[in-house]
């Protein structure tokens, strides 16, 4: 099957918007809409668990070591807690692009 390109598909943190191939592991939301809220709402987010989707991802990122049960499976009660600072490049915005060597660090 010369020239057929194989499918590649990427996840995005719903929390910060990394993608799979920058953190170690992607996890699934709950599928129990109020177990999910609640994953919303400890990571500072001010979505409603209707907005997710079968493809929404959270990173290992947002959880604490106490939420493995080892190095890369989420305890059946984990819970993200973890506020992960992003950091955006105003160079490499649009209308900034006169400014040089700012960042601007949130913590969400």
Known sequence: MEGKRPKFHSYYC????RSD????????FPRNKNKAQ????NT?????ASALSSRSRIC?????????????QLNR???PTLAIPIILDA???????DL???SIILFI
């Open 14 to 17: 719903f929390i910060c918007a």
């Open 21 to 28: 191939l920058e953190v170690q592991n992607m996890y699934c």
């Open 38 to 41: 609640i994953w919303l709402d």
């Open 44 to 48: 500072n987010m001010k979505a409603n």
């Open 60 to 72: 290992n990122l947002h959880f604490g070591p106490e939420c493995f049960a080892n190095s890369f």
């Open 77 to 79: 009660n984990a819970i």
């Open 91 to 97: 160079a490499a915005c649009g209308e900034y692009n």
């Open 100 to 102: 040089n060597n700012f």
